[in-house]
């Protein structure tokens, strides 16, 4: 109960953190960013809120501007069972990638932050 109680509240610090010290957005024109946006149509992330892995994953979509769908496999059981069923377990943070009709279930939070910075900075 007392590390339940200590690892949620760490948890909570995590998320205000990043809130107070939130990266600025990347600066695009409007015809880039739509672009952008129109590629992050086809990514969702996976993601607990309080996971620091998932914090420092959605800070780099934060500064990259990157409006990625967010999917809450903690709470939500349809989330959860869409990411155990593609990506074979239940791990964040996951990025899903759609790509030529094909999915791919990207994990680790090196890994992701890579793929992003090397498709959208």
């Known amino acids: 109960m007392i590390v ?33 946006e129109q590629e992050a149509k086809r990514l969702a992330l996976y993601q607990f809120h309080a996971c620091p892995f998932c914090v420092k994953t959605r800070r780099t979509l934060h500064r990259l501007n990157v409006p990625v769908a967010l999917r809450d496999a903690k709470h939500d059981p349809v989330h959860r069972q869409a990411l155990l069923e593609g990506g074979g377990r239940v791990k964040v943070p996951c990025l899903r990638i759609e790509e030529n009709g094909e999915v791919t279930w990207m994990f680790e939070s090196k890994a992701i932050i890579a793929y992003l910075d090397q498709r959208f900075a």
Request: aromatic residues 6%; positive net charge.
């Open 4 to 36: 339940k109680a200590l690892r949620v509240g760490l948890g909570q610090l995590i998320v205000f953190g990043d809130w107070i010290s939130r990266p600025a957005k990347r600066k695009r024109d409007a015809a880039a960013q739509a672009r952008v």
